[in-house]
C-alpha cells in the first residue's frame, strides 16, 4: 500500500527527497499555505486517515518553505475518532519513506499555567501519557520497547528557542498531558495533571511522537494554546473556542518554524 501511495505522491510533487515532515493541528492548517508545493487530499491516499475533525486539512502538502522541502500533514486523525491510538502510522511512515528525517508535530492545547495565557505558544520538553494508550502494543517483537528519555530532540529544541529569540516570538517550554478526549477534561482532572508536572493538556500528539521514535524519526512539537483549562478561568471551553483562538498561536508557530527552516544546517 505504501508503494502505491509514493508513487502517486512522486507522480504529483516530484521524487525528490524532502527534509522533514510537519503535522499541523485544530486551526492551524493555513501554515500549509506558505509552502510553494503541491497538494494532495488524503482521499487520493490509500490508507490515510480521513481526519474528519473540523478544523483539519485533510491533505499532503509537499513544497518548499524557508529553502527546504517539506512534507505537511494538513490533518491528523485522533483516537477519539475510532478508538485507534496507530491512527497515524501510515502518513508517519509515508514520510519516512519519502526522506524525513523527522517530524515537528504542533497541535491546540490548554494552558495549565496562568502565566501562559490563550495566544501562547509552548515548546514540548516532555509528556505525560495519561490516557494509558499506546500505538505500539500488539507489535510483535522487541521493537516496541522504545526509549523515551530526549523524545523530544534535544538539538531541534535548541534550535527552536534560538528561532524564537530571533524572531522575537514568546515560546514558553513545558509538558504536554494527553488525555484521550473527545470529552474535554474535569477541573478535577486538571488539577490532578497539573500535579503531576503537566504545563499543557491535549488529545493528540502523544501516539504520533511514540510512533514516530520508534520509527527513528527525530521529534519536535509545539503547543498553540487556545484555552486555559477547566477550572483555571471563566472562559467557555469548546471546539468551536479553540478554532477561533487556534489562529493567536498559528502566527507564532509560523514565524518560529519559517526562521528555524532557514537556519536547518
Excluded: C
Excluded at 518553505?65 to 500533514?73: D, K, S, T
Excluded at 478508538?83 to 504542533?106: C, N, Q, S, Y
Excluded at 500488539?138 to 534550535?159: H, K, L, Q
Excluded at 519536535?220 to 489562529?247: F, L, Q, R, V, Y
Amino acid at each position: 500500500m505504501t508503494d502505491d501511495i509514493l508513487a502517486t505522491i512522486r507522480d504529483r510533487a516530484g521524487d525528490a527527497p524532502v527534509r522533514l515532515g510537519l503535522i499541523l493541528g485544530s486551526g492551524l492548517g493555513h501554515v500549509a499555505d506558505a509552502v510553494d508545493g503541491v497538494s494532495i487530499d488524503y482521499a487520493d491516499l490509500p490508507g490515510f486517515p480521513h481526519a474528519g475533525v473540523s478544523g483539519h486539512s485533510p491533505k499532503l502538502t509537499i513544497g518548499t518553505l524557508e529553502g527546504q522541502r517539506i512534507a505537511v500533514l494538513g490533518g491528523r486523525a485522533h483516537y477519539y475518532e475510532a478508538g485507534d491510538p496507530k491512527a497515524m502510522r501510515l502518513p508517519l511512515e509515508v514520510l519516512k519513506a519519502l526522506g524525513a528525517e523527522g517530524v515537528i508535530a504542533t497541535n491546540a492545547a490548554g494552558s495549565l499555567d496562568p502565566e501562559m495565557p490563550t495566544g501562547s505558544a509552548m515548546l514540548l520538553t516532555d509528556h505525560i501519557n495519561f490516557s494509558g494508550l499506546n500505538p505500539l502494543i500488539g507489535e510483535p517483537d522487541d521493537s516496541r520497547f522504545v526509549p523515551m528519555t530526549d523524545a523530544y530532540d534535544p538539538d531541534w529544541r535548541r534550535g527552536l528557542v534560538a528561532a524564537a529569540d530571533a524572531t522575537g516570538t514568546p515560546l514558553s517550554q513545558g509538558v504536554y498531558a494527553w488525555y484521550s478526549g473527545p470529552s474535554f477534561e474535569t477541573p478535577a482532572e486538571i488539577r490532578a495533571i497539573r500535579m503531576l508536572g503537566a504545563d499543557a493538556v491535549g488529545m493528540s500528539t502523544v501516539p504520533e511522537v511514540i510512533l514516530a521514535r520508534f520509527m527513528g524519526l527525530r521529534v519536535s512539537a509545539i503547543s498553540a494554546i487556545t484555552n486555559m483549562a477547566a477550572g483555571m478561568s471563566d472562559e467557555k471551553i469548546g471546539h468551536a473556542h479553540t478554532k477561533e483562538m487556534a489562529p493567536l498561536g498559528a502566527a507564532k508557530l509560523e514565524a518560529i518554524l519559517r526562521n528555524f527552516l532557514a537556519n536547518m544546517q
